[in-house]
């Protein structure tokens, strides 16, 4: 059974610094790895979507690595502002699966 | 609006009676699925629908929960005898398919944001 872990649980940094979120999970036989951010009360809005085949993608201040055969992701923010506090989900799809299996999230306080 | 979108936003109902929430998946998404969020716990699956065929419902927790979807879109989560334990945010996020590398592959998935869920 698929394990997501997501270490840590909460983080605060000050604005402007650079910050590297976390993720592992146990079974490498993924066919896909996906970072969320969520606010409060709210959904989860999609980030970055990495493919078994891909090493990283980038979107923005965001950059997303996967190293699949160690079984871990992180999720590097560049120049954090306050509007990127959130708590941030990583999810991995199993092959034969099609349900995304999540970590307990990263809770993010940039403090202005 | 372009996003999935579920209703109603917040339910607060008595112990031992029933509840329906509903999602409208993003127009033309093919995929739709439900989880349950409950403090603790994180996020987990509840059941899945794609198209046609017969939904995954390995993640129902009993058989209080049945979910439907007709006409391929809308979908409504039911809940019987509800339960405090019950109470937890129901996510609903619907995703388009591409074909590639001999199957299916699910895009991302788009979440509503949820249905809160208070079971008094």
């Known amino acids: 059974k698929q394990e997501v872990t997501q270490i840590p649980a909460a983080l605060s940094v000050p604005e402007g610094e650079n910050l590297v979120l976390n993720c592992s999970f146990t079974?490498?036989?993924?066919?896909?790895l996906q970072w969320f951010r969520q606010d409060p009360g709210k959904g989860l809005t999609s980030l970055l979507l990495i493919q078994s085949s891909q090493r990283e993608q980038t979107s923005g201040r965001l950059n997303a690595s996967l190293d699949k055969s160690s079984g871990r992701s992180t999720l590097y923010i560049a120049a954090s502002q306050p509007g990127d506090s959130a708590t941030y989900l990583c999810?991995?799809?199993?092959?034969?699966?099609?349900?995304?299996?999540f970590g307990t999230g990263t809770r993010l306080t940039i403090i202005p | 609006g372009a996003g999935v979108s579920q209703s109603p936003s917040n339910k607060v109902t008595e112990k031992g009676k029933d509840v329906e929430l509903r999602c409208d998946p993003i127009?033309?998404?093919?995929?739709l699925y439900w989880y349950r969020q409950s403090l603790g716990q994180g996020l987990e699956f509840l059941i899945y629908f794609q198209g046609n065929s017969a939904p995954d419902k390995s993640g129902l927790p009993s058989d209080r929960f049945s979910a439907e979807r007709t006409g391929g879109s809308v979908s409504t989560l039911t809940i019987q005898r509800t339960q405090q334990e019950d109470s937890a945010v129901y996510l609903c996020a619907s995703s388009s398919q591409l074909r590639g590398e001999g199957r299916f592959s699910n895009q991302p998935q788009h979440f509503g944001d949820g249905t809160r869920l208070s079971i008094l």
């Open positions: 079974d490498s036989a993924i066919y896909n």
């Open positions: 999810a991995v799809l199993d092959f034969g699966n099609e349900k995304l299996t």
């Open positions: 127009s033309g998404h093919t995929a």
